[in-house]
């Protein structure tokens, strides 16, 4: 038995949390008897066996190195694939950006249900000294709460308090290109490591228990408007990331890295290059500068080993007369090996775009008896199911008001109206330039059947700008303009059945909201508003069974997570991050 | 080359003018960034001022100018370089391409000559109402928009049309980021659980509650699952003034009144 290879302390001892010596002493031993439920197998020394001189010498020499080391453990936080992978086993826990390897944004936890909702209360709110919104999804693993803010700064909070246990900020170059907002979205958790894209394209693992630099690689060159702004996804030993930049004509990519090192295990490039498959499907040289951004989180699907991950739009995303074709991978969903990067098949939403329909939005695996689905509520409007063994269209049904298409190709994909094709004077398009719902999250409740979605009912005037495409400068070729002709913008939280497409309730927001949602086993159903409100709604009805005044905007989609087993709710709103509980 | 790092003093001129390649490439960052409010060739909008004016009241110069795009305008809906939701930030480069492109669509003289401003003061003070429910330097009403600055921020044809079709300016949907306070002075219309029915403008409203101020300029709060009934309405409060109220030469010196003001 090397001791070097076991990780006693994993779950409960090391330097975190030093427990009482005969404690300690007992665990030990019954982890050397029945393994520690994840790596470690099962000994099958009997008790008598382990009380013997020797082993009991050997407990002793371990439980000393696991608390000073160097025979220690990176206890704590160790997540391992395995963890990930059976993350439902731990509810108390929030260890992707989803919550789960499926997407669903669903929480096990039954504690806070539509009985007791009503007098949930604010346990912690933690102000970030940074201005600007947060979009964040935290992660919390055995009671501390990893996230990141404004400007790439990044934390780890006591889940209890909200105390900070450090701080981490990027000293970012003065001439980053984001975007749309200096924002992350969160970290991936893989064994003691927490790792976040940044603002200038980097790719940086921190220690979980200080934020100290354990590598940081550059992906890309920000000055070319690259930059990362979703979180990454972990499993085996990749750290798996899409990248940010269509508005400055990038050329999209996923990649996976070695979370040991750092070190790049495979690039998928979302725009084919010379000689590949799709290259075709763009015009001349276009394919350059296609856009094609992935830059949002995918899934997973560990019985096949393939990703799920979801492509922008094409740049410039208004103006298609340069770049006639398909545009291949744009807005599309691509089926990946994981440990390839290989594209198995990819299914296109929106072929040849020219309103901005980034289908970035999370993909969802909803298994339903034998078969095996991905479900989107897309930024065009439309709410899609996919055969995920093959990508074959299974059904196209609008969730909000729709002008862009009226008709469907022979494989049930929506197709734009020519009418609707921008032009430099514009027309009313709906909806409209922020889409039908966008990155917030969404949800799928594996209890009622649902899927939750954000709404935004918005249309708007869809104009080019014929710009050129000049390195490192805006290249969209659009620009919008709110339309006299549209209804005032509003927007919903809405519960879909996947089976037939069809919305089941809508609760109203008196403006469009940026919050995503989150689904419980205890049959609530949470989101925010553009009001500031947090608000627990009844899984089935929709009916609001409890809110909270934030004071700031939610640009965020909430999480849930249990410390010393009681169930907490947190979500980001202004600049701050709230948890909310039962008194 | 321009230099990435710009520390404009006062007396600084962009470095890009009179560049007829700058002033295009700046009206392409005009179109993206801009003309949501300010209008397609800068006229101005039902929300942004006409930048085609040459007498601006807050850029008075390009370094100014430079500084008000980059860092907005505090207490207007004017936002920062690249937070107002829509287009990307702006590189230094690409702001003085903007400005070349503003300073060449300049028109040096206005097109009409304004009305009689001072009868215009007489006017909404006194027989055209306006005073009664709007505000011009700490005196007058409160149900509608406080008027001091209108003059200087929106074009005149905006004016005229929201005094001629009061409703159809509520209709205009304000993006978010251009909205930190977001008072679209929708009519609200309750009934109390005690029956009392309340008619006034909404100051501010989310899911669950709604702030008004009724035509005494009372202030009520109120939480709508609390409410007999609750109605909300794009129909302004403000009634229309067509030509036999308020014929086009009076309607003409109020406006010339409200640009007097907003000049200042």
């Known amino acids: 038995m090397s001791v070097t290879t076991h990780c006693l302390a994993g779950r409960r001892g090391g330097s975190q949390h030093p427990l009482p010596w005969a404690f300690f002493r007992a665990e030990t031993r019954q982890i050397l008897r029945r393994g520690d439920g994840r790596e470690m197998p099962p000994s099958g020394l009997s008790r008598a066996a382990l009380g013997s001189t020797l082993l009991r010498a050997l407990i002793r020499f371990l439980a000393i190195s696991t608390l000073i080391g160097p025979f220690a453990c990176p206890a704590g936080a160790q997540v391992t694939f395995e963890r990930l992978l059976h993350s439902a086993k731990e509810p108390q826990n929030w260890l992707t950006y989803s919550g789960d390897y499926a997407g669903r944004r669903f929480s096990p936890l039954d504690q806070i249900n539509s009985g007791n909702?009503?007098?949930?209360?604010?346990?912690?709110?933690?102000?970030?000294?940074?201005?600007?919104?947060?979009?964040?999804?935290?992660?919390?693993?055995?009671?501390?709460?990893?996230?990141?803010?404004?400007?790439?700064?990044?934390?780890?909070?006591?889940?209890?308090?909200?105390?900070?246990?450090?701080?981490?900020?990027?000293?970012?170059?003065?001439?980053?290109?984001?975007?749309?907002?200096?924002?992350?979205?969160?970290?991936?958790?893989?064994?003691?490591?927490?790792?976040?894209?940044?603002?200038?394209?980097?790719?940086?693992?921190?220690?979980?228990?200080?934020?100290?630099?354990?590598?940081?690689?550059?992906?890309?060159?920000?000055?070319?408007?690259?930059?990362?702004?979703?979180?990454?996804?972990?499993?085996?030993?990749?750290?798996?990331?899409?990248?940010?930049?269509?508005?400055?004509?990038?050329?999209?990519?996923?990649?996976?890295?070695?979370?040991?090192?750092?070190?790049?295990?495979?690039?998928?490039?979302?725009?084919?290059?010379?000689?590949?498959?799709?290259?075709?499907?763009?015009?001349?040289?276009?394919?350059?500068?296609?856009?094609?951004?992935?830059?949002?989180?995918?899934?997973?699907?560990?019985?096949?080993?393939?990703?799920?991950?979801?492509?922008?739009?094409?740049?410039?995303?208004?103006?298609?007369?340069?770049?006639?074709?398909?545009?291949?991978?744009?807005?599309?969903?691509?089926?990946?090996?994981?440990?390839?990067?290989?594209?198995?098949?990819?299914?296109?939403?929106?072929?040849?775009?020219?309103?901005?329909?980034?289908?970035?939005?999370?993909?969802?695996?909803?298994?339903?008896?034998?078969?095996?689905?991905?479900?989107?509520?897309?930024?065009?409007?439309?709410?899609?199911?996919?055969?995920?063994?093959?990508?074959?269209?299974?059904?196209?049904?609008?969730?909000?008001?729709?002008?862009?298409?009226d008709s469907k190709d022979a494989e049930g994909r929506p197709v734009a109206n020519q009418a609707a094709k921008p032009t430099l004077e514009g027309h009313t398009v709906c909806p409209g330039a922020m889409g039908a719902t966008n990155w917030m999250a969404p949800s799928y409740d594996p209890q009622t059947g649902l899927f939750y979605v954000t709404a935004r009912e918005q249309c708007d005037i869809f104009s080019t700008a014929p710009q050129p495409y000049e390195a490192g400068h805006a290249y969209y070729g659009s620009a919008y303009f709110p339309s006299e002709e549209a209804e005032p913008y509003w927007g919903a939280l809405r519960a879909i059945d996947p089976a037939t497409g069809q919305m089941k309730w809508e609760f109203r927001h008196p403006s469009p909201s940026w919050s995503g949602a989150l689904s419980t086993a205890g049959g609530v159903v949470f989101t925010g508003d553009a009001e500031g409100n947090f608000i627990a709604l009844d899984a089935q009805s929709g009916k609001a069974l409890w809110h909270f005044e934030m004071g700031g905007e939610v640009y965020a989609s909430p999480m849930a997570f249990a410390v010393d087993g009681k169930q907490c709710v947190a979500i980001a709103a202004g600049s701050a991050i709230y948890s909310f509980g039962l008194p | 080359m321009v230099a990435t790092t710009v520390a404009v003093a006062a007396d600084d001129h962009n470095p890009l003018a009179p560049d007829p390649k700058a002033a295009k490439a700046g009206e392409y960052e005009f179109r993206i960034n801009c003309a949501l409010c300010h209008g397609l060739g800068a006229h101005g909008g039902g929300r942004g001022p006409d930048l085609t004016r040459a007498q601006k009241k807050h850029a008075t110069s390009d370094a100014v100018m430079f500084q008000i795009i980059n860092n907005g305008i505090p207490g207007t809906a004017m936002p920062a370089n690249g937070t107002n939701g829509q287009g990307v930030g702006m590189t230094d480069e690409e702001i003085w391409e903007l400005i070349t492109y503003i300073r060449s669509v300049e028109v040096k003289a206005p097109t009409k000559p304004l009305g009689d401003a001072k009868h215009g003061k007489e006017l909404f003070y006194g027989d055209a109402n306006c005073s009664l429910c709007h505000m011009i330097n700490g005196k007058g009403g409160r149900l509608g928009p406080e008027l001091t600055s209108v003059g200087g921020t929106r074009t005149v044809e905006a004016i005229i049309d929201s005094v001629r079709n009061p409703s159809r300016r509520l209709a205009w949907g304000l993006t978010e980021p251009t909205k930190e306070f977001a008072q679209e002075y929708e009519t609200v219309m309750v009934v109390t659980v005690d029956g009392k029915e309340i008619k006034g403008v909404a100051l501010n409203e989310d899911h669950f509650s709604v702030q008004m101020m009724d035509t005494n300029e009372r202030i009520y709060l109120l939480e709508k699952d609390r409410l007999r009934s609750f109605q909300k309405s794009r129909e302004s409060m403000m009634p229309k003034y067509d030509a036999a109220v308020l014929d086009d030469k009076d309607l003409g010196d109020i406006v010339a009144y409200l640009i007097n003001v907003g000049a200042k």
């Not at chain 1, 979009?135 to 404004?150: K, S």
């Not at chain 1, 089926?335 to 999370?362: C, I, R, S």
Request: aromatic letters at 12%.
């Open chain 1, 117 to 405: 909702a009503r007098s949930l209360v604010a346990k912690w709110v933690y102000q970030t000294a940074g201005t600007g919104k947060l979009e964040t999804t935290p992660l919390v693993v055995d009671g501390i709460l990893y996230a990141t803010g404004q400007d790439d700064r990044a934390f780890a909070l006591d889940g209890r308090t909200g105390r900070p246990i450090w701080l981490y900020q990027r000293q970012l170059p003065a001439d980053i290109r984001p975007c749309c907002g200096r924002v992350n979205r969160g970290f991936a958790i893989l064994g003691d490591k927490v790792v976040f894209g940044t603002l200038d394209a980097h790719l940086i693992a921190l220690d979980a228990k200080t934020g100290s630099v354990i590598w940081d690689v550059a992906a890309a060159d920000y000055r070319l408007g690259y930059s990362f702004t979703a979180a990454p996804l972990a499993l085996k030993n990749l750290i798996v990331l899409g990248v940010s930049g269509g508005e400055y004509g990038v050329r999209g990519f996923i990649d996976a890295y070695d979370a040991t090192t750092g070190e790049r295990k495979w690039r998928f490039y979302t725009v084919p290059g010379p000689g590949e498959p799709g290259h075709d499907t763009w015009e001349g040289d276009s394919w350059k500068v296609g856009g094609a951004p992935a830059w949002n989180t995918g899934t997973y699907d560990p019985s096949t080993n393939q990703l799920f991950w979801p492509t922008g739009n094409p740049a410039p995303s208004n103006r298609g007369e340069r770049r006639a074709g398909d545009n291949l991978y744009s807005n599309s969903l691509l089926a990946l090996n994981a440990d390839t990067g290989q594209l198995n098949w990819y299914f296109q939403y929106t072929k040849h775009d020219e309103h901005d329909w980034d289908a970035t939005q999370v993909p969802i695996m909803i298994d339903t008896g034998s078969k095996h689905l991905i479900a989107q509520a897309n930024r065009n409007g439309f709410f899609y199911v996919i055969d995920r063994t093959n990508g074959k269209l299974l059904s196209a049904h609008a969730y909000g008001k729709i002008t862009w298409s």
